[in-house]
């Protein structure tokens, strides 16, 4: 087939990549010329494992351009951030993806929406475009939302089962045997609305069940009482799995895809709640070291990791920039450590000079390299020893021996 896809993020671009593998014609498009010219020059935007190998294997099949071209699919996967300053999801991209695509729809053309949004999108937003464009005639429509992770995108991608919601069954048949070129995971089908919520309902249970375990921790240190051992004694029962407190959730899925399903709701209050849960833990984390380096004139801290979660290098919503913006209003000296991220709106410094005569190191990301890390010599270069970890993912008897204070967030 000649398949076109909108948007050549990290959603977009393998996507493009997996079906030109598998043999169809693909035009990738993205209205960023930095982009298309990098890809034009056989460069690759980001990294991920997998990547570069597929890119040279796929690349007969596969095109780069700004302008979409007549296909028989057309694939969105644009990005659908949140208006924060509302908690309203920004259709904006969609919209205009959908233009692009209406001058040159013909009968018996499908497209697939994969960008997340709101339930309902589809029909109301989407479908009326095309109409228009088109007058109604025959073309098809789905919404196949993406459940990919960044770091293991291609395999996911690949091994993931697939929800495929359909304007009508035949729209959902025809983008099955689309993906069925390069997905082994198990697809299936059902109506477009349904697989919208679907996507949102999978983040959002995350979202609600790590906001009551970070209750629990609040409560669990208002109560004197090791959260983390009450967790790990409560997932013995064999209907419960509690997930695992934290310095607050971050990244573009876990915070924002709650508001795509209350935004619009007049009844939701739970999936509100969490998110106010969630967002205001790095209130929690700074308070905590406040009160840690309270008897300390002009006090250092150093943030363990500024990634939003563990060995990626991924800052986008994460919850360190709350805590170094909170606590550096609180009149707190802030120097970060990430071994995995480059590029940060702080100045990111080396191990060394993160430490040195720093008073608090707070860990805020769960990066397995600091777990590696040996505490003796941070030991000799801290003026004061103390240590908040947000992720109770260091070995709390190494670190103890080595002369540090540690306290853990949910523990007595
Ligand atoms: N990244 C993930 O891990 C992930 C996982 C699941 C779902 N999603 C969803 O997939 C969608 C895409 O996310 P992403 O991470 O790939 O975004 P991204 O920001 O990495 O990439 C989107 C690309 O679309 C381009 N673009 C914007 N408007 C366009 C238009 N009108 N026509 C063509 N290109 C346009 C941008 O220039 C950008 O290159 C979002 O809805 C996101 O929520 C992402």
Redesign the pocket.
Known sequence: MNICV????????PTSLLLAKAGHEVTG????EG?VEQLKKGEL??EEPGMKELFKNAKENFKAKTSVEASDVYII????PLDSSLNIPDMK?VK??TE?IGPHLSDGDLVIL????PPATSENLILPILERYNGGTDFYLAHS??????GN?LEEMRNNSRIIGGLDEKSAEIAKSVYSSFVNGDIHLTDIKTAEMV?LMENTFRDVNIALANEFAQIGEEMGIDAWEAIDLANEHPRVDILNPGPGVG???IS??PWFLSSNSTTSKMISLAREINDSMPNFVVNKAREMVEDISNPTITIFGVAYKGNVDDTRKTPALKIIKLAENEGLNVRCYDPYVDEFEYELYSLEDAVKGSDCIIVVTDHEKFKEIDPESLSKQMRNKRILDTRNILHYKKWKKAGFEMNITGDE
């Open positions: 909108l948007g050549l993020g990290y959603i977009g671009l498009v993205d209205i960023d982009k935007p980001f996967a644009v990005p659908t991209a205009s993806a692009m994969e960008s997340t949004v939302p993406e459940r990919a992770i960044p995108t996507k990244g573009h899925c924002i895809d």
